[in-house]
């Protein structure tokens, strides 16, 4: 699809989304709730590809960094530490014609972008959702659901390296939903109010810290690659100086050309030594890392990657949304990279009889004994079939006929190039896991 067509891919994906079980508005029968979704049977399964390939290639393939999971609740000086409770804040706008809300940086000149009416003067709005703890409602229960998944890192930074005695360099992983009350919220799942969050916290030596950072840097850019994300809708953005968070002395932003324009899909900083300095300070904890060679003793640098899990599944919808036709037929189709597909395989029997069903059946079973999801579905002509496929993405359709029953093979469809071939039945589990394999796909 060409790049000037896909202004309509967001509503075309938001349609898609709720028809083929993707992607729910939360609450739906009920009004919904703002910028809060449900992720249906498909969408759920494209989510754990994302985090599973993450985790393997994070924390499953290297000796270096250990997992963990934080509460999302956590003790409130945390955030005061943190920073969060007095600086986590962004400027609010209010129209005093229609009482809409945005924050101010998100809107040009001096008029309401939705009905012209006049804009308030800037005040500043915290981020957090504050929640309450125990039977009293009062300050000395309060408590705040997490913004951010790094902080649980931070204040167990100590307990996780003596634990699984791992040596600077190394890094904590966590794979977590986060929660923030944003002001201006919209395009789909890219900026809803609860998302899910995949964070590294690289703890390094400082005299070490450029060079992690540049190596993380272009690691995580190639992991989305690695997911088929076109090379061209990719790019790597420094942050400037007015843009920087507290915490950061550098930032690049991984970037993704998105139908609405380039955004950040996810973040790598190096943060220096402010947040575990921060928590020293104000736990009155030493938290500091011993070296057990040199004996230095010091606070690591941290070098951070934060990327969004809602966001990586929306820029895999978008990058992978095409139409084109067959036969002077439309066909609406999602290429996406067949490791990541949500549905690997579809089996079909050409005709419900002559033990095309049983055997059919017995294929999806065999193919979901790999944990590859797989489907079977007997409804309608094999054209439509192929066509619900291509919509949800799936890469290989198989169909079961009268000579699969009397040799034991098959004919495997492919959803991009539309080619048919013929195998034996014993030799489908090898054609498609060469082809199921990231290792062997290219962006």
């Known amino acids: ?3 000037e067509d896909r202004s309509t891919v967001m509503d075309k994906l938001t349609s898609l989304g709720k028809r083929k079980g993707f992607i729910f508005r939360s ?15 498909l969408g759920v399964e494209l989510k754990r590809s994302v985090t599973a390939s993450w985790w393997s290639e994070i924390v499953s393939k290297r000796e270096d960094v250990v997992g963990m999971d934080a509460a999302i609740l956590m003790n409130p000086d945390v955030w005061k530490a943190s920073g969060h409770v007095g600086s986590f804040q962004d400027p609010l706008v209010e129209c005093s014609k ?60 100590r307990n996780a390296q003596e634990a699984s005695r791992q040596k600077i360099p190394f890094g904590i992983a ?27 916290e690289w703890f390094c030596h400082p005299d070490e810290a450029d060079q992690w950072f540049e190596y993380w840097l272009q690691a995580r850019f190639d992991w989305y690659l690695s997911m088929g994300v076109k090379k061209e809708r990719l790019r790597l953005r420094p942050h400037t100086d007015d843009e920087l968070a507290h915490y950061a002395k550098m930032c690049h932003d991984v970037e993704y050309e998105f139908p609405f324009g380039w955004s950040e899909l996810e973040g790598v900083a190096h943060r220096g030594t402010y947040d575990l300095d921060q928590h020293i300070e104000h736990s009155g904890k030493d938290i500091r890392y011993l070296d057990p060679h040199t004996h230095e003793k010091y606070v690591p640098v941290v070098i ?16 992978a949304y095409d139409e084109d036709k067959i036969g002077g037929d439309e066909r609406v189709l999602l290429r996406f990279a067949p490791h990541i597909a949500p549905i690997k395989a579809a089996v079909f029997p050409l005709v419900k009889r002559e033990g095309m069903p049983e055997l059919a059946r017995r294929i999806v079973e065999e193919l979901r004994g790999r944990s590859w999801n797989s489907i079977y579905d007997e409804g309608g002509s094999i054209g439509r079939r192929y066509r619900r496929m291509d919509e949800v993405g799936t890469p290989f359709c198989i169909t079961v006929d009268g000579e699969s029953v009397e040799d034991q ?21 090898d054609y498609l896991a060469e082809r199921l394999d990231p290792r062997g796909q290219k962006s």
């Not at 986060?178 to 919220?185: G, K, S």
């Not at 799942?189 to 590294?200: A, D, G, N, P, V």
């Not at 093979?409 to 039945?425: E, F, G, M, N």
Request: proline share 4%; glycine share 10%; net charge negative.
């Open 304 to 319: 951070e990657s934060s990327g969004g899990v809602d966001r990586t599944v929306l820029t895999l919808l978008a990058d």
């Open 1 to 3: 699809m060409a790049l």
């Open 409 to 429: 093979t098959v004919t495997v469809r492919d959803r991009d190039t539309l080619v048919q071939v013929r195998i034996a039945i014993d030799s489908l589990v």
């Open 98 to 157: 229609c009482n809409r809300r945005f924050r101010q940086d998100h809107v040009e000149g001096d008029a309401c972008p939705e009905c012209g009416g006049e804009l308030s003067d800037p005040r500043m709005f915290n981020l957090m959702f504050k929640t309450f703890i125990g039977p009293v409602e009062d300050e000395g229960s309060v408590a705040w659901l997490r913004p951010e998944t790094a902080q649980g890192i931070f204040v167990n930074f």
């Open 27 to 41: 609450s739906e029968i009920y009004g919904g709730l703002g910028s809060t979704w449900d992720y249906g049977p």
């Open 174 to 200: 966590q794979i977590g939903k986060a929660f923030r009350n944003e002001i201006t919220v919209g395009n789909f799942i890219f900026r809803s109010r609860e998302f899910e969050q995949m964070e590294l």
